[in-house]
């Protein structure tokens, strides 16, 4: 009797073994699956994402990545780049900004304060929020050291977000970085090699660019302003190559500032010649924004060995009056290049107009 009990006890413990032993597999196979399940869809995530290098691409792939892993009810990627935040936002079910604009810096210093995450299961009592029910995290987006900004995810469900779905977005996330990294490295490549780095105007080489494949319409209102400093070979010779190149800086900030007010874009033609093109703007603004180069220019005052100096500019304008449908914008280009040449033949610090 006492061996038959003994016997019975070694059975059960030995049945114990097994089914502990059982429910460790299980685990482990359980934990296994989901190592590969995270394994594939990160694997899945680099080969969605690609070679894209351009900034609005990478956030749309994110974003589509996000929405299609996570099954978010909407997504959002606030980027902070020189103290400015811009929101991209794209949503699945609603059409809505789930972070109310004046708290996208706020929340953003929550996140760091709280080591770069932000979970709130219920948004019912958030004031912060456009949304009044529902679940919300935010993870911040960084790499080596550097703090890009964040994604944000909404789930329209309170208590959705499980912490299987929180582990895998953090490693998702963790990815981004390098993703927003090289897009912000190939945007400041890419701006670079069209921009002139003394004036920081756009080059003559953008401006063909630019030029070659647009496409003028009959509608647009288009004008040009060309204008060439009044004796710059003086200006170097008398007071050396380096104040002639304060003098084309300020040149170059003139023609942006212009060119911002009057909805044109800025280009450094070459050696003292600048210019601007003009989209959906009549021949009075056109005349207004060459008269404000031509003043702002000569009041403009300079400083070299205890001298006060001013200079002179020469303007150019042409404008497309007829608005031909197939617009030849180098023809109208030539065209204020022939109203500098006149404004210079006036007596220079002036503007001239010609028009087709």
């Known amino acids: 009797m006492k061996e038959s009990i003994i016997l019975d006890k070694k059975a059960s413990d030995e049945a114990d073994i097994i089914d502990n032993a059982a429910n460790e597999s299980d685990l482990y196979l359980k934990s296994l699956e989901e190592r590969v399940t995270i394994l594939t869809t990160l694997k899945e995530v680099n080969f969605y994402m690609g070679n894209s290098l351009e900034l609005i691409d990478v956030i749309k792939n994110i974003i589509d990545v996000v929405l299609g892993v996570l099954g978010v009810t909407s997504c959002s990627i606030c980027l902070k780049k020189e103290s400015k935040w811009s929101i991209n936002e794209k949503n699945m079910l609603v059409n809505t900004n789930v972070i109310d604009d004046k708290y996208v810096n706020e929340i953003y210093e929550i996140i760091e304060k709280q080591g770069g995450e932000l979970l709130i299961k219920d948004l ?155 989209e959906n703007i009549d021949k009075e603004k056109l005349c207004s924004a ?33 608005y031909f449908k197939d617009l030849d914008i180098f023809k109208l280009i030539n065209l204020a290049d022939e109203a500098l040449y006149e404004a210079k033949k006036s007596g220079k610090n002036c503007y001239k107009v010609k028009t087709i």
Request: glycine content about 6%.
């Open 124 to 278: 019912a009592h958030e004031p912060k929020f456009n949304q009044t029910k529902g679940s919300f995290i935010a993870i911040e987006i960084n790499r080596k050291d550097i703090k890009y900004g964040y994604i944000a995810l909404y789930y329209d469900n309170p208590e959705t977000i499980s912490e299987s779905k929180i582990e895998l977005f953090r490693l998702i996330v963790a990815q981004f970085g390098l993703y927003i990294e090289n897009a912000y490295l190939y945007e400041s490549v890419t701006l670079a090699s069209i921009t002139d780095n003394l004036t920081g105007m756009y080059n003559r080489t953008h401006l063909n660019r630019t030029l070659t494949n647009k496409c003028f319409t009959n509608i647009e209102k288009v004008g040009i302003i060309m204008a060439d400093i009044d004796d710059f070979k003086k200006i170097n010779d008398n007071y050396g190559h380096l104040f002639g190149d304060v003098v084309l800086k300020y040149t170059g900030e003139l023609f942006k500032e212009v060119a911002k007010e009057y909805n044109g874009t800025a280009f450094r033609y070459g050696g003292e010649e600048m210019l601007i093109v003009f």
């Open 290 to 322: 060459a008269n404000e180069i031509n003043e702002k220019f000569r009041e403009n005052t300079y400083f070299k060995k205890d001298k006060k100096l001013n200079f002179t500019i020469s303007v150019g304008v042409s404008k497309d009056i007829l």
